[in-house]
């Protein structure tokens, strides 16, 4: 496991620059639901033209009182009118436009699910889980709400700039002119008021990622933290994180506070030059007072959005980046591209193989940039061998197997089933004929059976059972108090290390695939239960090709033939006695082991 870094922010396992295309891009994901985008527009549009109607009709009013007409019913039906019509308006334009971002999000999460279900081990050996988890729900959040509330910004900016200002020069084009030199300032003040924010909120996320990423890393470890006694000093690195966070999020708060504050009184500027010059027109009897108070009201509706621009802006940049983050991974190319057709794609049952493999001068790494796990590996292996693989920690044991059924690509040569090279069957054939049960002994968080019985849910139970009582593991089944309906929480924890492994052994043998391939399963039982497992094994397996890697020589012993790896290379193929008498790193621990 990377260990997770210290200090350090959550790093993007991508460069981040600031590309322009990618909001560009999300506009085919936003077109895809155009008519709810359509009618939040249209209906915003709506509500505006009637929110700009009420400030005619107080002028109307006031201009009656004034003139000492107490008959007002006319205009206030009018502001009534208008004011309950915009709430209808309004509130199914806010629907829309977020029933809208909320499909976007949705397209976007089931496209990002997709495209990382088609990675492989190389992908998920450089990026870890919590950086695709942020992906999937912080950046295609930040994506959701620029499509929402940022339109919602957008469309208030613009119908309110060009209603209000056509209000203005309807009512009063004099002092219309004067409203224009105030709004750059705003605007610009605006703009820096939201960058300063926005540092500040960067700051405090980052602060809040370190103290996240310390829990994590905490509770991810408990077992071992407290076994070994560690709190206090796991404690005081968490203490560290959460003061840093607290110290970031007040100077925010000051800094929002401050900036929030002046906004007023640079608005009063407008409202003063409105005031001062509307008053002479008033006094000179150019202007109506009912139409100096409805211009007012203009003024706000203009001003008000003005505020929010620098909001609008931040939206954008970090919706510019979460979009960029999450197209990073759109993007890319299935590690594993399924261009095969042997086989055929359909149905469950495993094709007609005979089990031959080939590895032809074969090199595999994890990403480019990375040493070879598995160089210029050259191996025949016949239908119906069993093969045991052994040699030191990080040998390339595992990548030997994982090469099999293509959870990674090599670099270099060619590897066959029954003399066809893997690219060419179908995935899906390919893994139905080749099963792997890999080293972590992992169940997902479902009943037991479906766990055993994983790629078929409807297989019969006694089929099932079978390969228990070959992997050793009936006793076990039978002894839980629901059998194969028990739960098996998230990660297996009601199981045992060896009870896990044999319960992965029983879906790897329950498919009877041609070739099975099993990776250290029986390390974590006594030899007493692996001899056990081998025999139900062997029996299970006669005729149909088996890897299996053991650390045991007395468990190699049992099989055709033993490979030895080390460093990536293969060492030495053969017979245990032949093995033995080469000498070298199988000999010495046949050795130690007491089987030579
Ligand atoms: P073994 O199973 O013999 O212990 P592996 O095949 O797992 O060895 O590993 C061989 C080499 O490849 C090691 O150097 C290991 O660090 C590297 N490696 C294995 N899995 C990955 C992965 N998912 N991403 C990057 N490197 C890996
Ligand atoms: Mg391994």
């Known amino acids: 496991m990377p260990s997770p870094s210290r200090g350090s922010p959550i790093t993007p396992t991508f460069s981040v620059g600031a590309r322009r295309g990618s909001l560009r891009r999300l506009l085919p994901w936003v077109a895809r639901h155009k008519g709810w985008v359509g009618y939040s ?89 919590g950086d695709m988890m942020t992906r999937a729900v912080s950046d295609i959040g930040v994506v959701r709400r620029l499509v929402s509330v940022g339109t919602i ?3 208030i900016l613009t119908y309110a700039t060009t209603i209000g200002f056509a209000a203005m020069f309807y009512l009063a084009p004099e002092l219309a002119w004067m409203v224009f030199p105030p709004l750059p300032v705003i605007a610009v003040y605006a703009l820096f008021a939201a960058r ?60 929002n506070s401050l900036m929030t504050a002046i906004m007023p009184s640079l608005a009063a500027v407008g409202t003063l030059i409105v005031l001062g010059y509307g008053g002479a027109l008033v006094q000179a009897g150019a202007l109506t007072p009912g139409k100096l108070v409805a211009f007012f009201a203009y003024v706000a509706m203009v001003i008000q959005p003005m505020r929010s621009a ?30 095969g057709a042997r086989g055929g794609e359909s149905g469950s049952a495993a094709p007609p193989v005979a089990g031959a493999l080939a590895f032809q001068n074969v090199t595999a790494r994890y990403g480019a940039t990375r040493a070879a796990a598995l160089s210029n590996l050259t191996l025949h292996i016949k239908p119906g061998e069993v093969i045991a693989i052994m040699g030191p920690v990080g040998a390339g044991k595992s990548t030997l197997l994982a090469l099999l059924p293509r959870l990674l690509d090599p670099d270099a040569g060619q590897l066959t089933l029954d003399n066809t090279p893997l690219p060419a069957w179908s995935l899906g054939a390919l893994r139905r004929a080749i099963a792997l049960v890999p ?16 790629d078929d849910p ?14 050793a593991f009936r006793q076990t089944v039978d002894r839980l108090p629901d059998g194969l309906d028990t739960r098996v929480g998230e990660r297996g924890l009601t199981l045992s290390g060896g009870q896990r492994q044999r319960a992965t052994l029983t879906r790897g043998l ?31 397996r006669a005729g149909k090709t088996t890897l299996f890697v053991t650390h045991r020589s007395a468990t190699a012993q049992r099989a055709d033939r033993i490979i030895v790896l080390e460093d990536g290379l293969l060492r030495a193929a053969g017979t245990h006695e032949k093995l033995l008498a080469q000498g070298g790193w199988y000999a010495r621990l046949a050795k130690r082991q007491g089987t030579a």
């Open 41 to 129: 527009l249209l209906a915003f549009a709506g509500a505006r033209l009637l929110e700009a109607s009420v400030p005619l009709f107080l002028a109307e009013a006031i201009d009656l009182l004034a003139a000492g007409n107490w008959d007002v019913r006319g205009p206030v039906l009018g502001i009534a009118g208008a004011v309950l019509a915009r709430l209808f308006v309004v509130s199914s334009a806010r629907v829309a436009i977020r029933r809208a971002a909320v499909n976007v999000a949705f397209d976007l999460r089931r496209a990002l699910f997709d495209r990382l279900q088609r990675q492989g081990l190389a992908f998920f050996g450089r990026h870890t889980v």
């Open 310 to 339: 620098g909001t609008l802006v931040n939206m954008v940049q970090r919706g510019r980046v979460s979009a960029e983050r999450l197209f990073d991974i759109l993007d890319l190319p299935d590690e594993i591209d399924d261009q």
């Open 439 to 454: 080293q972590d002994a992992f169940l997902f968080a479902d009943d037991l059976g479906a766990n055993l019985s994983y």
């Open 153 to 155: 910004f957008l469309v």
């Open 196 to 255: 300063s924010m926005r540092a500040a909120s960067e700051a405090t996320q980052a602060t809040l990622g370190h103290v996240t990423e310390r829990a994590q890393e905490t509770f991810g470890g408990i077992r071992t933290l407290q076994a070994m006694a560690r709190e206090p000093f796991v404690e005081a690195r968490f203490r560290e994180a959460n003061d840093a966070y607290r110290a970031a999020f007040l100077h925010q708060a000051r800094i």
């Open 510 to 540: 329950v498919r009877q695939a041609p070739v099975l391939l099993l990776d250290d399963c029986f390390a974590a039982v006594d030899t007493h239960t692996e001899a056990q497992i081998l025999d139900g094994l062997f029996k299970a």
């Open 458 to 471: 409807e297989r019969e139970e006694a089929l099932i059972l079978d390969a228990a009582e070959a992997a």
